[in-house]
């Protein structure tokens, strides 16, 4: 993405891209002086529809009549900034829902969190309370939830099966960018399974596993070796429960099933389990667009 002004070309991959639009309890010399207060300098604008520049923290914030427009560069400090932004301008700022999911993101939220719809925040806790009459449900930022389906639920948790593990096509997608935060399920179902595989198959998830492992170690993933509790079934038997064992790991682990596999992709339909679905003829290429980009 490109940011043009007059003195300075931003180009970044994965920074902050936040629209905000301006609510009705706002008012601007708050805003400005929190700016200031947080060390931003103001700088000149550059064409008649921006009020305002500001710049600090590798972050420029531009002020339109109706929205307030902020990018740059993605940090912990400029992610402290905008969750203090947010902290003291959720009510005054309207966020749309592109950057209620881009707000998620920059701000890494676990696994599981229950989501405020009114104000974006993350909960893991809802308290049910008495309040006179009626029961109110609050949430941790304060807002009451009608308690009417559906919870919003944020998850990053997925689950390769062997076949994704064996390609090695995980970790060349992590390394191009994508699945960064997730939560990457490797079951102990996965790892006796290993020795079932031929000799090259085994060899490649065992590799994979470790690549895993070492993106995990540099905080790209997390990964969740888990206790499945599921009896491995004998050589001969395994192909024919594979499908159906990993289907029910990923039901009892609540991961987003990461398959290559057409027939697993239909079962977890039929069982309503969420999933990813790579096509073998696009994994195949993952590998030359990864050796293409890195
Ligand atoms: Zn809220």
């Known amino acids: 993405m490109f940011i043009l002004d007059s003195k300075y070309i931003y180009f970044f991959m994965s920074g902050i891209n936040l629209t905000f639009s301006i609510g009705s309890g706002y008012n601007d010399s708050d805003f400005v002086s929190f700016l200031e207060k947080c060390d931003f300098k103001e700088h000149e604008t550059t064409d008649e529809h921006q009020k305002w520049v500001f710049r600090g923290l590798d972050l420029i914030i531009i002020r339109f009549d109706k929205k307030i427009l902020i990018q740059g560069k993605e940090h912990d400090k400029s992610l402290k900034f905008i969750r203090e932004l947010w902290d003291q301008f959720q009510e005054k700022l309207v966020s749309d829902p592109k950057n209620a999911e881009k707000l998620a993101k920059l701000f890494k939220i676990a696994h ?59 970790s060349r997608c992590i ?19 290993l020795d079932y595989l031929g000799d090259s198959k ?28 599921i009896e491995m079934p004998d050589k001969n038997e395994f192909d024919h429960v594979e499908d159906d064992k990993i289907l029910e790991i990923a039901n009892l682990t609540n991961s987003i099933l990461l398959t290559g596999d057409m027939v697993l992709k239909g079962k977890a339909s039929l069982e309503k389990r969420p999933t990813i679905y790579i096509h073998p003829e696009d994994s195949k290429k993952i590998k030359i667009v990864h050796e293409t980009r890195t």
């Open 175 to 193: 390394d191009l960018g994508y699945f960064k935060g997730f939560e990457v399920v490797i079951p102990d179902f996965i790892m006796g399974a």
């Open 112 to 170: 599981n969190k229950l989501f405020c719809m009114k104000c974006k925040s993350p909960s893991m806790l809802i308290k049910g309370e008495i309040k006179e009459l009626d029961i109110a449900f609050k949430m941790e930022c304060g807002h009451i939830n009608d308690m009417q389906p559906p919870l919003f639920m944020l998850t990053s948790r997925i689950l390769p099966d062997i076949n994704i593990l064996i390609s090695g096509n995980l």
């Open 202 to 229: 085994k060899a490649g998830a065992t590799n994979e596993i470790g690549r895993l492992q070492e993106l995990a170690e540099i905080n790209k993933i997390t990964v969740f070796k888990c206790v499945d509790g």
